[in-house]
């Protein structure tokens, strides 16, 4: 059964169209046509050719290459910050649903507050305080990030422990560990793997904008978002600068929003958003 479960999730679409450009993006060094940072100003702001299948930037360089070699930094970001949220949500969670009483009030209101104020607000605050680069990027998104998979652990655990079998289990001695392992991370596991594909989305989505504000990846070193920032002045003359990177974001997001709710329905039977909303409902 797991089996099949799982090969409905790897071999529907937007699974395929993800592999693809991971697999791309990792062998960039191998399969880019030429080095991305390679400037030749004769070749400036062209458009698709048989010698720059995407054109050239304003510095003439393969947008390409850029493109596949700026998915490296735009997806590993995306993956660390996504991995350090869904970490610190789920223990969070779990130890605001076991604990319960004045840590789980504690929990709530520093979650609401979270929630209540943009992510990209926080984020800026902190880079405005550390100073731009990777490690300030991951951290600042990281430190609100977890909230939503906090949230949706901590009311989906709290549903489990309530049940009947669950408290059962305890009257006859069984542990808090036994608890958490047989019965409340297999009731979770399902919507917080899905919850964690829509969130890369959206924090792909996010890191470029801070990339794209230019107070994410410095250079040399570029992503999507800044290729987004670079190509603007010159949207109008050559807009496949924007289109490519842009195309990029959109697809990757997209691809990965709807693989999550195809996890939540084949081992839910449910749309993701109606799971977060029951767990709202809960709290």
Not at 16 to 21: D, E, R, S, T
Not at 229 to 241: K, L, T, V, Y
Request: proline share 5%; with cysteine.
């Amino acid at each position: 059964m797991a089996k099949k479960t799982a090969s409905r999730i790897l071999l529907s679409a937007p699974a395929f169209i993800l592999l693809a450009v991971v697999i791309m993006t990792i062998a960039a060094p191998l399969i880019s046509p030429y080095d991305p940072d390679a400037q030749s100003l004769a070749d400036r702001l062209q458009g698709p050719n048989m010698v720059h299948l995407l054109g050239t930037d304003s510095l003439g360089r393969d947008t390409l290459s850029r493109v596949l070699h700026g998915g490296q930094f735009s997806l590993s970001v995306a993956l660390i910050t996504t991995l350090f949220s869904l970490l610190v949500g789920t223990i969070l969670g779990l130890l605001s649903a076991l604990r319960g009483g004045w840590l789980d009030e504690i929990f709530l209101r520093i979650n609401d507050l979270l929630l209540a104020l943009p992510e990209i607000v926080i984020a800026l605050l902190i880079i405005a305080v550390m100073g731009p680069g990777f490690f300030t990027m991951v951290l600042s998104v990281g430190v609100v990030a977890w909230t939503p998979t906090a949230r949706l652990v901590r009311s989906m655990a709290a549903q489990v422990l309530s049940t009947h079998h669950v408290e059962a289990s305890k009257h006859v001695g069984a542990s808090r560990w036994f608890i958490l392992h047989h019965h409340v991370l297999p009731f979770v596991a399902g919507p917080v793997l899905a919850q964690a594909a829509l969130r890369f989305g959206l924090l792909l989505v996010l890191l470029g904008s801070l990339s794209y504000l230019g107070i994410g990846i410095q250079p040399p070193q570029s992503d999507w978002g800044s290729m987004l920032a670079e190509a603007q002045p010159h949207a109008i003359r050559s807009p496949w600068g924007l289109i490519a990177p842009g195309a990029a974001i959109f697809l990757i997001s997209f691809c990965v929003t709807l693989l999550g709710n195809r996890i939540t329905q084949v081992l839910g039977g449910q749309d993701m958003l109606a799971t977060e909303a029951k767990a709202e409902a809960h709290d």
